[in-house]
């Protein structure tokens, strides 16, 4: 084990609330081919029920990078996304087959507490989706849930998360004021203040700007360029120009139809440097869906 992995599986184990904080209760090792990923898709496959929606799909998520998906809608980048963090766990049909490691723990191990993975791997939708509650609760809600109940340190982390989703200016004034009240992007930034909140290590980002317009957007592409620093963060994208100007990585899936059943399974195409793939891809179907000639 690395000095990395031994010391997050450390923090785990050495919290004084081992019951929520256990991600596995058993020891693990680091396998498969590299260690320093926070993330590791190895041979990943999602079934929606007999349908495969993802097939074999083999790559690793590198710390404090921002690393995109993008492909033609279908392709399977939600379903990918929401296997990070067991989302997938809330859809009945659904069956992974192969592994995804996150500091070479299988995520999917029986042993690991599917609550405290959602804690560590936060998750930002596409229609931004605070709560009907105050600012101020939408922030302090997953805190609360975990634990935290003096109102100083609540104040503490509410206005730290909402700083770091750059956010705190624009309504430190009115912080009861129901979130549901503030503007598009106003809350998509509530929502990666509420994220943040519960001290993540990594966010997920499921075409985090597509509801939003040109300046909402570049705000919350500078947030992530400031926050990556702190997180991991993967993101799902349609814009083609956001994904070249935001991430270090870019994953190019697409759709491969399946003869006998007529149905469209994803695959992984390409991945690799966002530079790369976007200017001399290896697989001649990322070059036409980059360069708008498909999909
Ligand atoms: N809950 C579900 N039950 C059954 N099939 C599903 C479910 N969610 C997704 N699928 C199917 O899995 C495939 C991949 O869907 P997914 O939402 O992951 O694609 P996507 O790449 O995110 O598409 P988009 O760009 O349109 O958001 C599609 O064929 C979709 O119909
Ligand atoms: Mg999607």
């Known amino acids: 084990m690395n000095d990395h992995n031994a010391a997050t599986l450390a923090a785990v184990?050495?919290?004084?609330?081992?019951?929520?904080?256990?991600?596995?209760e058993v020891d693990v090792a680091p396998t498969g081919p590299d260690p320093h990923a926070v993330f590791q898709a190895v041979d990943l496959s999602v079934y929606y029920g007999s349908f495969c929606a993802v097939r074999g799909a083999n790559l690793a998520i590198a710390q404090h990078e921002i690393t995109a998906f993008i492909g033609p809608s279908g392709c399977g980048k939600t379903t990918m996304l929401r296997c990070f963090n067991r989302m997938n766990d809330f859809i009945e049909t659904v069956r992974v087959e192969g592994s995804v490691l996150y500091h070479g723990v299988d995520l999917y191990d029986p042993a690991v507490n599917s609550t405290e993975v959602r804690r560590r791997i936060g998750m930002v939708f596409q229609k931004p989706n605070p709560f009907p509650k105050s600012i101020y609760d939408n922030v302090a809600y997953g805190p609360r849930l975990g634990g935290v109940k003096k109102k100083a340190e609540l104040d503490e982390i509410v206005e730290r998360a909402l700083k770091g989703a750059a956010l705190w200016d624009e309504v430190k004034s009115r912080l009861k004021a129901s979130g549901l009240g503030l503007s598009g992007?106003?809350?998509?930034r509530l929502c990666i203040a509420r994220a943040i909140a519960v001290d993540p290590e990594v966010i997920l980002m499921d075409e985090p700007c597509s509801a939003l317009d040109p300046i909402a957007t570049a705000r919350i592409e500078d947030l992530m360029q400031e926050i990556k620093t702190k997180y991991t963060i993967v993101i799902v994208t349609h814009n083609m120009q956001q994904a070249a100007r935001v991430s270090d990585k870019t994953a190019f899936f697409t759709t491969e139809v399946n003869t006998e059943s007529d149905r469209r399974t994803g695959c992984l195409v390409e991945f690799g440097p966002t530079s790369t793939?976007?200017?001399?891809?290896?697989?001649?179907?990322?070059?036409?869906?980059?360069?708008?000639?498909f999909g």
């Open 13 to 24: 184990r050495s919290s004084s609330d081992p019951e929520r904080n256990a991600v596995t």
């Open 185 to 188: 992007g106003q809350q998509q």
């Open 277 to 293: 793939i976007f200017s001399k891809p290896n697989d001649e179907r990322t070059e036409q869906y980059v360069t708008g000639r």
